[in-house]
Nanobody, 124 residues
Framework: QVQLVESGGGLVQAGGSLRLSCAASGRTLTIHAIGWFRQAPGKEREFVASIRWYSGIIYYADSVKGRFTISRDNAKNTGTLQMSSLKPEDTALYYC?????????????????WGQGTQVTVST
């Protein structure tokens, strides 16, 4: 099992930036990919971005392409989501997740360890 702790959420004005971090501990050698998801009130959890732990292959949701950047530091067992040009519709609880099984990494069902989430609120 991998334990995940997110940090870096907060309140920001539209057009601003935030940087989310995710610290992984436990069975980190089993990590195949790390991803970010978000869930707004009344909506389903949605994929934001993911990065393969060793190859560095990256996937983004269309809604965040060109604005968000995902990265990871294998040595420090951390993942980061740099968010720029934020919009009110980006407001959500953001979750970090890791996948230990090889396969697609663009759906929540592909991930088996989850953090508690960090709130991002974008004001107009």
């Amino acid at each position: 099992q991998v334990q995940l702790v997110e940090s870096g959420g907060g309140l920001v004005q539209a057009g601003g930036s935030l940087r989310l971090s995710c610290a992984a501990s436990g069975r980190t050698l089993t990590i195949h990919a790390i991803g970010w998801f978000r869930q707004a009130p009344g909506k389903e959890r949605e994929f934001v971005a993911s990065i393969r732990w060793y190859s560095g292959i990256i996937y983004y949701a269309d809604s965040v392409k060109g604005r968000f950047t995902i990265s990871r530091d294998n040595a420090k067992n951390t993942g980061t989501l740099q968010m720029s040009s934020l919009k009110p519709e980006d407001t959500a609880l953001y979750y970090c997740a890791t996948a230990s099984v090889w396969g697609p990494t663009t759906s929540s069902r592909d991930f088996d360890s989850w953090g508690q989430g960090t709130q991002v609120t974008v004001s107009t």
